[in-house]
């Protein structure tokens, strides 16, 4: 029984696990459809975004900015977190951390602006 207790929790956590990305992956990852994107530092780990795994209709990464900073500065991230969204490649919208390393919006914040993407799509 532990044995299939430890199998399901380790099955669970996978499913709403963010995948972390590398610097070659990053851009295939965003090329299509909707993404988030979190920039982030282990550094500022009390402060992730936490609901990003609830998000619907979108793709979800984070990217460790202290491996791999070339993208931070490709992107102009000053802040952590930082999160982006990206549809198609192309950065639609951000939301950068405050001056206590906090991200000003939550989920539904976040949420409503992948909703009007994709409502877009179809006006």
Known sequence: MNKLLSLLLLVSSSLFA?????????ENNIAKGITVVEFWAEWNKGNECTYLTELNDCQVY??????????????LVFSL???IIF???????????DITFKLPIEKKGVQKEIDELIFNKFQ
Do not use: C, H
């Not at 963010?18 to 990053?26: G, H, R």
């Not at 198609?88 to 951390?97: C, D, L, M, W, Y």
């Open 18 to 26: 963010q995948d972390f990305i590398s610097d070659a992956e990053f």
């Open 62 to 75: 984070k990217i460790d900015v202290l491996k791999y900073s070339n993208i931070q500065k490709k992107y």
């Open 81 to 83: 977190p930082t999160l």
């Open 87 to 97: 549809e198609n490649g192309k950065e639609i919208t951000r939301f950068a951390a």
